[in-house]
């Protein structure tokens, strides 16, 4: 087990560019988190997936954001017509199938770094 | 919305000294969790508490739940080197066990030698 890889891990694009984002999880983990993390902040939660199913997304997340998760292994994340407020850490993370009672503990990624010039 | 506030931001200590962080919510939480995050790192599991009041040990760290599930706080004793780095709590809404976690902003922790 490698634990959850994202690709890439530095991404430089200009403003108005559309960049995309992949994320691994863990072997069987169900569950797959996406995460934006700027200096000094926690992570902030974007979306979260349950096998192939979109259950939750951010409020704050604009129209610009699209996530995906056909096949309910992998993932992609989305950034159209990137703007400079978009450059921060894109973190990934994952969780295995819990039975009733557990609560889930998520694994993350190294993140993608991404700056909008 | 609800949030998750972390104090202090920062602390220094000497090697050997006590460090503890504070971690409140707006609204009562189901569990929280804290993570370390290292410099250039990303955020690692440490421990998860469920329960009112509940108290979990993991060597030289002390992890607390408040009565009111609105609160928790880490306290490591006779911090070491290695201590080094960005402790955060995270917490869940109501009485789910999974979904969305809300992260505190993070108290980052150097240890002078």
């Known amino acids: 087990d490698t634990g959850v890889s994202q690709n890439p891990r530095h991404k430089i694009t200009k403003r108005g560019q559309n960049v995309t984002f992949r994320c691994d999880p863990i072997?069987?983990?169900?569950?797959l988190y996406w995460y934006r993390q700027t200096l000094g902040q926690g992570p902030e939660f974007l979306t979260y997936?349950?096998?192939?199913?979109?259950?939750?997304k951010s409020r704050l997340l604009s129209d610009r954001f699209s996530a995906e998760r056909p096949k309910g292994s992998f993932s992609t994340l989305e950034i159209q017509r990137t703007e400079q407020g978009d450059s921060a850490m894109y973190l990934c993370?994952?969780?295995?199938?819990?039975?009733?009672?557990?609560?889930?503990?998520?694994?993350f990624g190294p993140g993608t770094r991404l700056t909008v010039l | 919305g609800q949030q998750v506030m972390q104090i202090p931001q920062y602390q220094h200590v000497q090697e050997g000294e006590d460090f503890t962080t504070y971690c409140n919510s707006s609204?009562?939480?189901?569990?929280i969790q804290w993570y370390k995050q290292r410099p250039g790192g990303h955020p690692v599991f440490l421990i998860q508490?469920?329960?009112?009041?509940e108290v979990k040990k993991q060597k030289r760290l002390t992890f607390q739940f408040g009565e009111a599930k609105k609160n928790s706080s880490l306290h490591i004793t006779a911090t070491q080197t290695t201590d080094v780095g960005t402790y955060f709590c995270?917490?869940?809404?109501?009485?789910?066990?999974?979904?969305?976690?809300?992260f505190g902003q993070g108290t980052t922790l150097q240890v002078k030698p």
């Open positions: 993370a994952s969780s295995p199938r819990l039975s009733t009672l557990e609560v889930d503990t998520q694994y």
């Open positions: 072997s069987e983990h169900n569950r």
């Open positions: 997936f349950q096998n192939e199913a979109q259950l939750e």
């Open positions: 609204t009562t939480l189901s569990n």
């Open positions: 508490l469920v329960k009112s009041g």
């Open positions: 995270a917490g869940r809404r109501g009485s789910s066990n999974t979904g969305k976690l809300i």
